[in-house]
C-alpha cells in the first residue's frame, strides 16, 4: 500500500468509510428483525458473524418467520449467496490475493467491499478500498446487530412496533438497487407473483425457491448478454 | 429434532456454505464460472429472490392449513416504504418508517 499517493490513499478511505458507516449500523435492524422471527440473540450473532452478507441473513430469518422450515431458510439463504462468488470472481485479479490472506479477505466480500474495490485502478488501491469497506462493516455490523437483538427481545411482541412489516421493507430496499433494467424488473416482477401463486398450495419457505426457477428460465431462454 | 436444533444446523450450516461460496469465487479459476448462461442466471437470481421474499412476507399470514394470501397494514407499510426509495431515503429510514406505518394502522384499526 505504500506505493499509493496520500491524497489517493485518503480519497479512497474517505469513501469507503462513507460507505460502510451507512451499512454497517443497518446490521440494528437485522438484529430486531431476527429476534422477531423467533431466533435467541446467540443464533441471531452467530449469524452476523459467520454468513455476514445482508440479503442471505435476512432471507433465512425471514423464511423461518414466515413458518417455513430451516432447510428452506438455508437453501434461500445459500442462493442469495451466489451473487458473492461472482463479486469473487471480479476482485481476484484485482486483490491478488494467496493463502491465508485470500482466505480472510472470502469473508469482507459483500456487495459494499466490491463495490469500492472494483473501480479502482491499481491492485494497492483496490486491496485498500477493498478491505477498509469489508472490516469497517464487519465490525459495525456485528456490534449494531447486538444492539438491535437486544433492543428486539427487551420489545416483546414484534407486531406491537410493526416490526413484522420491517421484513418486507427491508427486502424492497435490498431489491432496489437491482431494478435498474426493464428485464430485471421484469423478472422481479415475475418471481413476486409466481412465489404468491404458489403460496396456497406449497409448504411455507418453498415459494421463495420456486422464484429462483424463473431467474433460472429467464437465464437460460432469453440469451442477450446482461452488463 | 427439536426446532432450535434445526435452527442452529440452518445458522450453521448456511452460515459456513455463504463464506465456501464466497471463497470460490476468489479462488476458483474464473472461465470454470464464467459461461454467459451461469452469468446470467446468477445475475438475475438475487432479483427474482428478493422479490419473492418481499411478496411473501407483505401478502401472506399463517392460516389453518398453511399460509394463505391477505392484504393488511403490512401492504400500506410497504406502499410507504417504496414511495421513500423513490425520494432515495437511507434504509434504516425506509425500514423503521415502514414499521411505523404498520403500527401506527393497528392502533387505529
Known sequence: MSTLPAAERRAVVRDSLGVALATGTYGVSFGAVSVASGLDVWQTCTLSLLMFTGASQFALVGVLAGGGSAWAGAATALLLGTRNTLYGLRMAPLLAWRGWRRAGAAHVLIDESTAMGVTRGSTAAARLGFLTTGVVIFVLWNLMTLVGALAGEAIGDPRTYGLDAAVGAAFLALLWPWLTRSRLRAVAALGAVVALLVVPVTPSGVPVLVAAGVALLVGVLDRRPLP | ?109
Open chain 2, 1 to 109: 429434532m427439536s426446532a432450535a436444533t434445526a435452527t442452529w444446523l440452518a445458522v450453521l450450516g448456511a452460515g459456513l456454505g455463504c463464506y465456501l461460496l464466497k471463497l470460490a469465487g476468489l479462488a476458483v479459476p474464473a472461465r470454470v464460472l464464467e459461461r454467459p448462461g451461469v452469468a446470467r442466471v446468477a445475475a438475475l437470481l438475487p432479483v427474482a429472490l428478493l422479490a419473492a421474499l418481499v411478496a411473501v412476507q407483505v401478502f401472506t399470514a399463517p392460516g389453518q392449513d398453511g399460509p394463505r394470501l391477505v392484504v393488511d397494514a403490512r401492504a400500506a407499510a410497504l406502499l410507504v416504504a417504496a414511495v421513500l426509495l423513490v425520494l432515495r431515503a437511507p434504509f434504516l429510514v425506509v425500514v423503521f418508517t415502514a414499521a411505523a406505518v404498520a403500527a401506527g394502522l393497528r392502533l387505529v384499526t
